[in-house]
């Protein structure tokens, strides 16, 4: 179950149907029915988040990865089912269950046990499960994984390659192995450019690790006291506490899942992409050509994970990676070797 990092919002909305719905094919219960926008026949995709979408960068690129999937299979808009806690989760998912959709898209680790029960009741369903698996496989089943700790670890090589105290950092949100991928591989790549740096995490935890934006300012807030002088923000809706915390004690950061630069320039380095809208709009079409049933693990050579600094547009990002060229010639050859095998990067969660 990799993080999402900015993926949860402090928002606790009931649960919200945004889109028409689209009609079946096939031997989907839902294909002899007409809909708003689609004529009889058509595909129908439909999407759950285990959160409302507002401005969480995450889901949002999995709203875009849907609506790109029906655009490209000649379908119209795509049902999203916004859930706000475990109970309209759940009711969610058998909403959609129940309109027989193509594909059920189901994003996060939250969805893991529902996924499976639902797949086991109905064999013709097709389930696609972004950012997790179940633990059983599944012929119904289709599963988008990401190997976070690639990208994580060319941040870190940035972080190795800037850092003047020789201190660098992270603010994670639990301590537990699928969340250290976040922070573990920061320290392993600063250490591989920069020789005596030295690494340390703290964490969120509580009520709300992953919406709590004044406890991650605070923890954030103790590394730079501590002459932190590169933070890795792994706090979920948390980061944002964590680039005020760089504004006041002037350390740089590195955001998660989208260009967070954008919303604090002038403290953020780069960020860790996650590329959720690509593992929704492959992963759809992967299981209409009739090879469902798989996993498919996202990284660096498959373009699903990746850092602001190294896609088109990096001079526009407002991200301070911009300004060191020779920083991202650097890390580029890191990746290349990662891409090629020759660089393996400990998975803290294998």
């Known amino acids: 179950m990799p993080l999402r990092i900015s993926r949860r919002t402090s928002l606790r909305l009931s649960s919200l149907a945004v889109g028409a719905a689209l009609l079946a094919t096939g031997c989907n219960a839902a294909a002899k029915k007409g809909g708003s926008d689609g004529a009889e026949g058509a595909k129908a995709f439909t999407l759950v988040t285990p959160d409302p979408v507002a401005q969480n960068e995450f889901l949002k690129l999995a709203v875009s990865g849907v609506k790109s999937a029906a655009k490209a299979q000649g379908a119209g808009e795509p049902k999203v089912f916004q859930s706000s806690d475990t109970s309209s989760q759940q009711q969610n998912v058998q909403s959609a269950v129940d309109s027989a959709p193509d594909v059920i898209a189901l994003v996060g680790f939250e969805f893991a046990d529902i996924a499976a029960q639902q797949a086991e009741a109905h064999p013709k369903q097709q389930f696609l499960l972004v950012d997790a698996c179940t633990k059983k496989a599944f012929k119904n089943v289709t ?21 003047k105290s020789k201190k660098v950092g992270a603010v994670d949100v639990l301590d537990n192995a699928q969340f250290r991928r976040y922070s573990e591989p920061f320290a392993a790549g600063a250490k591989k450019v920069r020789s005596g740096v030295k690494a340390r995490t703290l964490f969120v935890g509580g009520q709300s690790p992953f919406n709590d934006a004044a406890r991650a300012k605070d923890q954030a807030a103790t590394l730079g006291s501590a002459g932190v002088d590169q933070v890795m923000a792994a706090a979920a809706g948390g980061n944002t506490g964590v680039f005020q915390a760089a504004k006041d004690k002037g350390f740089e950061a ?13 403290v953020v380095v780069d960020n860790v ?3 959720t809208d690509v593992a929704v709009e492959e ?29 088109p547009g990096v001079a526009d990002s407002k991200c301070l990676i911009a300004d060191h060229k020779d920083v991202l010639k650097r890390v580029e050859s890191l990746r290349d070797e990662i891409v090629a095998g020759k660089l393996k990067v400990n998975d803290p969660a294998a």
């Open 143 to 163: 599963c988008a994984v990401f190997r976070e700790h690639e990208a994580v670890y060319l941040a870190g090589a940035e972080a190795g390659l800037l850092t």
């Open 254 to 266: 590195y955001g998660v899942d989208a260009n967070q630069c954008l919303g604090s320039p002038g």
């Open 283 to 311: 992963g759809i079409a992967q299981i209409l050509k009739g090879k469902g049933g798989t996993t498919v693990s996202y990284g660096l050579k498959e373009g699903g994970m990746s850092l602001t600094g190294l896609e």
């Open 273 to 275: 992409l996650k590329k």
